[in-house]
């Protein structure tokens, strides 16, 4: 079982990452974790979800957003976050089930699209894919973080 602060760092924990410092193109990852039953089980308790919306096949699947805690590994990993950063744009497509009676191991990739200012703010575009470690696709991504001076 991995949780996802045994694998990014947490804000303030480390020196964060400065707007300079990203680099438009750079790879994320990989990073891999195992999301397994007893993390299933823990999301779907904690966000009171409705097992019967997630079964495919008459097959017990996980949430789609377990995937959530874990959005940010990638990114996290290369670029230690800064405290007070704001996410700002999200979008993501689930592709696969986890399923919540097997360990998967999930494989976090991505880059850095660009960096861009707004308003005389900083932000970051990045984008990631989840997929298990033979490579079938789990999810994807694409977020836009604010960058704090």
Not at 40 to 48: D, R, T
Not at 88 to 98: F, K, V, Y
Not at 99 to 108: F, H, I, K, L, S
């Amino acid at each position: 079982m991995t949780r996802p602060s045994e694998i990014k760092p947490r804000e303030g924990s480390v020196r964060g990452t400065l707007y300079e410092e990203f680099e438009e193109g750079a790879r994320l990852g990989p990073v891999s974790f195992d999301v397994t039953p007893a993390i299933v089980e823990e999301y779907f308790n904690a966000v009171s979800a409705d097992r019967a919306l997630y079964k495919v096949d008459d097959r017990q699947a996980a949430p789609p957003n377990v995937l959530l805690p874990y959005m940010t590994v990638p990114i996290y990993t290369k670029y230690p976050p800064n405290q007070g950063i704001v996410m700002a744009e999200l979008d993501m497509s689930w592709h696969n089930p986890i399923w919540a009676d097997e360990t998967t191991t999930v494989v976090a990739t991505g880059r850095v699209l660009r960096k861009f200012e707004k308003r005389g703010r900083r932000y970051i575009n990045w984008e990631a894919t989840f997929a298990r470690a033979s490579g079938e696709p789990i999810a994807t991504l694409v977020n836009t973080f604010h960058v704090p001076e």
